[in-house]
């Protein structure tokens, strides 16, 4: 079945400058990639997600690249804000249920 | 509209007791998940339905987990004979097609059980 590695597990970043997690995925079928924001004690937020058609996908501070033969996908958020910080999932599946990466836990410092 | 809610949110049991935790989803959604999240960790795949159909169970932990939707609205996943393993945040999602793969999953609250 998938398997999907994330990291880093922890980052930690200045206010103002980009961030950047990294997932790879096992399944070659798999052709649907979303990401999770998670706050302490929320549940898990879908902030962006991308198709295999495509490689690249940006809403505002957001986005997402997906190298379908390297077999790994990336989160890039920039500007970072002090609102930003939270646990970061991605997730891949190809007619199964999601099968998620271990977390991101993102630190913004004002 | 109304998001997928749970209940109950909290529930704490003793060993060997049986539970039953509740989903609701957003109404009209065709699919519909259970997910556990242990802490600090990704939601697990346990089981999922399309309608009333249970279409997946592969992530049951074992035959002491089961899950029902019988009218193809509200879930519930039973826990048997718990144990402290069990312990855990159970998480509902739904979505409004009944393609897993494709359609943006709405999560909800989660019922956090300890078993004592």
């Known amino acids: 079945g998938e398997n999907v590695e994330q990291h880093p597990s922890t980052l930690s970043v200045q206010e103002g400058d980009s961030a950047v997690i990294k997932c790879t995925y096992s399944?070659?079928?798999?052709?649907?990639f979303p990401w999770y924001k998670q706050e302490l004690g929320k549940r898990p937020q879908l902030i962006i997600d991308i198709r295999s058609n495509v490689g690249e996908k940006k809403d505002q501070r957001i986005a997402v690249t997906l190298n379908k033969t390297a077999k790994h996908f990336s989160l890039h958020i920039t500007e970072t804000q002090p609102e930003d910080s939270a646990v970061y999932f991605c997730?891949?599946?190809?007619?199964?249920?999601?099968?998620f990466g271990k977390g991101t836990r993102l630190s913004v410092i004002a | 509209g109304a998001g997928v809610s749970q209940s109950p949110r909290y529930k704490v049991t003793k060993r060997g007791q049986d539970v039953a935790l509740r989903c609701d989803p957003i109404?009209?959604?065709?699919?519909l998940y259970w997910y556990r999240q242990a802490l600090g960790q990704g939601p697990e795949f346990l089981t999922y339905f399309n309608y009333e159909a249970q279409q997946d169970k592969s992530g049951l932990p074992n035959d002491r987990f089961s899950a029902e939707r019988p009218e193809g609205s509200i879930s519930t996943l039973t826990i048997q004979r718990t144990e402290q393993r069990d312990s855990a945040m159970y998480r509902c999602a739904s979505s409004l097609l009944a393609t897993a793969d494709t359609d943006t999953q709405y999560f909800g609250p989660g019922t956090r059980l300890t078993v004592l």
């Open positions: 399944d070659s079928a798999s052709n649907y």
């Open positions: 997730a891949a599946s190809m007619w199964t249920p999601l099968v």
């Open positions: 109404s009209g959604h065709v699919s």
